[in-house]
């Protein structure tokens, strides 16, 4: 083939392409010329009269259940007058007209306000909900007056059981602006844009994409004003899942009730799965608050609370341990080889580091007298375990402190759960700019000090007492396949059988004579293993005297209580804290005794 | 330097006629795309932009030595390969498709790009053999078209895998395809395509469909066809007016600022304004092909026709798809729609065969 051939060839087929391509563009023409001109009318008269719209059906979101099929969030159908704020042209106007047939209150107003500010494009605005009967029946016959105004039939999030387990439950809202960019960079926008709530706590917002199910779609018939005509096509929605929870409502319940007025955090957990059974965190508020948009003054009421509702006390409520510590600074001298029975000391009522430093008291005034490590345990000496802690020494002692799970989260599944704090001379350092100090280390070893844990540490860790080779993840979620592998990765402690049976046997002896919760082991049917514990909330100064009767109740100490039943083959664990409860034993031990009561005497339990 | 001849420097080598014409363009689709986007100013903005960097590429392409665009073209179609292979693995996923690498301040389609490194691979492999094109030559032409395509395919983006084959295999046409072979291959592809068929996804399927009959299904798969059509079918003679489109500002249609653009344009200008704006597309595409043929060597001609074909298969493609006369596929109108990799492809393009042009007679000796 030569140049020319080619050349001569390629110009024919450009000739021949730009034909086909100038063809084309006529034919386009022609197109355009019959759709704009010889179609015009018949397309304008579809612009104008009919058109189609798509629009989103959000999918009914998955109902909560306890354990025992309780319902605990429910959907309820409620009919709400819903407008389009753009095409309303007097919103003042309208609303008079509408009050005539249909109370409007000043709070609806305001949460039609508070919805249109963080309203999704292309959204209609609730003007009126939850209508009752008498209303919808009077809007129905009138609805022709009020063209603007849309009857919608929604289900709402409601919550039969109101203000119990409100903290693990959780709640919805109305999607904010804030969600939206979150929903956008998780490319999960497109998935709402029918669903105007969002979980925002709790089991509501850790399992949001299983609650939530997937959005369908339907075309509607639409005239020039925007109002349905007719449904042409529906895609449903997928609704979704039910979620079943490790909680036991009635438990539950029984553990509210027993903390009457005061404040404080509750946590029950099944010590041989990680299932957690109740979840207290005082005091409490309605979710349903929230569900439409919480008000101004609702909200202010509860967040500036100097109780503090809104905070989850389980998982985010920091306390330090006070003695229910000391059950694990003992595993952590019987591990290094330390106060090995029979060892004892002789306990005068305090200890001293040196000759010349100052005198750490023992909370019983002249001392325990003789005192092996279990029944340091039973009695709570805390002589014994100032020595025992500043002779393992910081490091060794957070060691098995971090195998307990302290200082860490426990990977439950609920959200912004908080670390807690074992301290050390480094973080110290960092934190404060100072040395650390032998006395600290020996007020580690009572649970003062710097040491914060959060009361679900403390379940975990009493949990791993009971079985120290079992691995688990404390959850809410019944037969979550996800948690158990999980559970699966995380190694059980490593603790040699002697030094649990003797932790064991000074947990046991607490409730037994001579222990600091004797008095509930006289009472219970079954063997409790427990700990009592008393944090200060406040420093006394040199000098200064504890008198609980001359303290403000906020200055009060802490009572906690850690417990797991029936000893031999323990059911049930559990850490209480009550705040400003003052001693453990005493106002703790009770709660956790009608919890046990409950789960383990048979003919409570289904 | 004084000034006049920095602006000999730059715009000596400029065909006016066609620059006058894109610029013509590209006003009117910067003014339609105020009306698209709801009168939200950012989108226009960076679609002015995005004009300007399309034009300093222009400039910058124009005035450049023709002998480094020969050079480059199978680096620039090696790169665009790996940027493809690299978009499959990491890119953004957005429709379903991942088309798109996230470069911090722009997202980069490596798709478009492909519409000149494609045609540039082709016309350099050409030139190559230039003395000694057998079917050899063709089948391995074959091959480089086939590798991107495959990589475009599997994105999915079967719209812009198709203009690519079109494009590929026009310029294979032009180097001189033996007609025989053509007609063979015809009836090849017609026995086939059954099973062609078989391996489209459900929406692809759907839009192709819903073309042969829009009304069989006019609320599924044909809604966005039937949108456009009512809003082209709106604009009348005359139109409705700019700013006052009902199909678009009550938001029947959809993607107005990229795919349907054109049907915003239709429904507020009407028929005048279609048949103008189709008119200087003509202009713009005879005389890029007259300059294909006014080429001397192997190389540009096929380039230029290559690089015109490219882009006006995806205008025809787009404005057929608009008017109901092609199925729904994702292709953007070449200086009209929204999307930076577009604009600054299609500008490069042009100042490519600016150049080519204008140093024809250079190439020739």
């Known amino acids: ?606 | 330097m004084n000034l006049t001849t920095i602006q000999n420097y730059i715009f000596q080598k400029l065909d006016r006629p066609l620059f006058g014409a894109i610029t013509l363009i590209l006003t009117i689709g910067l003014i339609n795309l105020i009306s698209a986007n709801h009168q939200d100013v950012s989108n226009s903005l960076s679609h002015t932009i995005n004009i300007f960097i399309g034009i300093v590429f222009l400039f910058m392409i124009c005035n450049s030595q023709t002998r480094n665009i020969l050079v480059f073209a199978p680096w620039a179609y090696s790169l665009t390969l790996f940027l493809l292979i690299y978009v499959n693995l990491y890119g953004i996923e957005s429709h379903g498709a991942q088309r798109w690498i996230n470069l911090g301040i722009f997202n980069l389609q490596p798709s478009e790009i492909l519409k000149i490194t494609l045609p540039l691979m082709l016309a350099w492999f050409y030139q190559k053999c230039t003395f000694n094109i057998n079917y050899k030559v063709h089948f391995v032409a074959g091959l480089l078209i086939f590798l991107p395509l495959y990589l475009v395919a599997i994105q999915p983006d079967l719209g812009t895998s198709l203009l690519i084959l079109f494009g590929g295999l026009t310029v294979i046409f032009l180097a001189g395809l033996p007609t025989r072979f053509i007609i063979i291959s015809f009836f090849g592809l017609l026995i086939s395509s059954p099973f062609i068929w078989n391996t489209l996804l459900n929406y692809q399927k759907e839009r192709i469909l819903s073309l042969i009959d829009p009304l069989s299904d006019p609320y599924g798969a044909g809604y966005q066809s039937i949108q456009s059509i009512i809003a082209v079918g709106h604009g009348g003679i005359f139109g409705r007016g700019w700013l006052n489109g009902e199909q678009t500002s009550l938001q029947f249609l959809p993607e107005t600022a990229t795919d349907f653009v054109f049907s915003v344009f239709s429904e507020e200008f009407g028929f005048f304004g279609v048949l103008s704006v189709i008119t200087i597309y003509v202009f713009i595409f005879y005389r890029c092909m007259w300059m294909a043929t006014k080429m001397q060597d192997t190389f540009s001609r096929l380039l230029v026709a290559g690089l015109t074909i490219s882009l006006f298969i995806s205008l025809t493609v787009n404005i057929g798809m608009i008017s109901g006369l092609l199925p729904v596929v994702g292709v953007p109108l070449p200086f009209f729609s929204y999307g930076g990799s577009s604009m600054v492809v299609s500008l490069t393009s042009i100042g490519i065969i600016m150049n080519l042009y204008s140093n024809k007679s250079l190439i020739a000796n």
């Open chain 1, 1 to 606: 083939m030569d140049k020319y051939y080619i050349k001569f060839i390629l110009r024919n087929r450009l000739n021949f392409i730009t034909y086909c391509f100038l063809i084309f563009f006529f034919l386009i023409i022609l197109r355009f010329f019959y759709i704009q001109i010889l179609q015009n009318t018949y397309y304008s008269t579809q612009a104008l009269d009919n058109s189609i719209k798509v629009v989103p059906i959000k999918p009914a979101r998955g109902l909560i259940f306890d354990r025992n099929n309780i319902i605990l969030a429910d959907n309820k159908l409620s009919y709400d007058l819903e407008i389009i704020p753009e095409q309303i042209e007097n919103l003042s106007i309208l609303i008079t007209r509408l009050s005539d047939l249909i109370p409007i209150k000043t709070s609806d107003i305001d949460k039609y306000k508070r919805i249109l500010k963080n309203k999704q494009y292309n959204n209609t605005v609730p003007i009126k909900t939850n209508l009752t009967n008498e209303e919808l029946a009077k809007f129905v016959t009138n609805s022709y007056k009020f063209p603007n105004i849309e009857l919608k039939e929604t289900l709402k999030r409601f919550y039969p059981e109101g203000e119990v387990g409100v903290h693990y439950l959780g709640y919805i809202n109305r999607i904010s602006k804030k969600d939206l960019i979150t929903l956008e960079k998780e490319g999960k926008k497109k998935n709402y844009i029918g669903t105007d709530h969002i979980g925002k706590a709790g089991v509501e917002f850790q399992y949001e994409n299983e609650l939530h199910g997937v959005s369908g779609y339907k075309h509607i018939e639409v005239n020039a004003t925007g109002k349905p005509v007719r449904t042409i096509k529906n895609f449903p929605a997928r609704e979704g899942e039910n979620i079943h929870l490790t909680i036991d409502l009635k438990m539950q319940k029984i553990a509210e009730k027993e903390f009457k007025n005061r404040k404080g955090a509750l946590i029950a957990l099944d010590p041989s799965n990680g299932e957690i059974l109740a979840y207290v965190s005082m005091p409490t508020y309605n979710p349903g608050f929230f569900v439409d948009g919480i008000s101004h003054k609702n909200w202010n009421q509860l967040n500036k609370s100097p109780d503090k509702p809104l905070l989850d006390r389980v998982i985010n409520g920091l306390y330090p341990p006070g003695s229910t510590l000391k059950p694990f600074v003992a595993v952590a001298g019987l591990e290094n080889q330390l106060r090995l029975p029979p060892f004892k000391i002789n306990d005068p009522g305090y200890f001293y580091i040196s000759d010349d430093s100052r005198r750490f008291k023992d909370w019983k005034i002249g001392g325990h007298g003789e005192v092996d490590i279990v029944k340091a345990i039973a009695v709570s000496c805390d002589t014994f375990f100032y020595g025992l802690a500043i002779e393992l020494g910081i490091p060794k002692l957070n060691k098995t402190l971090a195998n307990f799970g302290f200082g860490m989260k426990t990977g439950v599944d609920l959200p912004n759960e908080k670390l807690g704090l074992i301290a050390d001379a480094k973080w110290k350092k960092k934190k404060y700019r100072k040395n650390w100090y032998a006395g600290e280390t020996a007020i580690t070893g009572i649970g003062q000090g710097y040491t914060q844990v959060t009361p679900i540490q403390l379940a975990l860790a009493t949990s791993k007492i009971a079985y120290p080779n079992k691995s688990m993840v404390p959850h809410i979620k019944l037969n979550s396949q996800q948690l158990k592998q999980t559970a699966n990765l995380t190694p059980p402690i490593s603790i040699s059988d002697k030094t649990i049976e003797w932790v064991k046997e000074g947990m046991e002896n607490v409730t037994e004579d001579g222990g600091t919760a004797a008095f509930i082991g006289k009472t219970t049917s079954y063997k409790m293993a427990a700990k009592t514990g008393t944090a200060q909330v406040f420093g006394l100064k040199k000098g200064e005297v504890y008198e609980e009767e001359k303290l403000p109740d906020h200055l009060k100490d802490h009572a906690l209580f850690i417990a797991y039943a029936p000893a031999s083959k323990p059911e049930i664990a559990i850490a209480i804290i009550v705040e400003n409860g003052g001693h453990g034993g005493s106002t703790a031990g009770p709660i956790a005794k009608k919890i046990f009561d409950y789960y383990l005497t048979s003919k409570n339990r289904k």
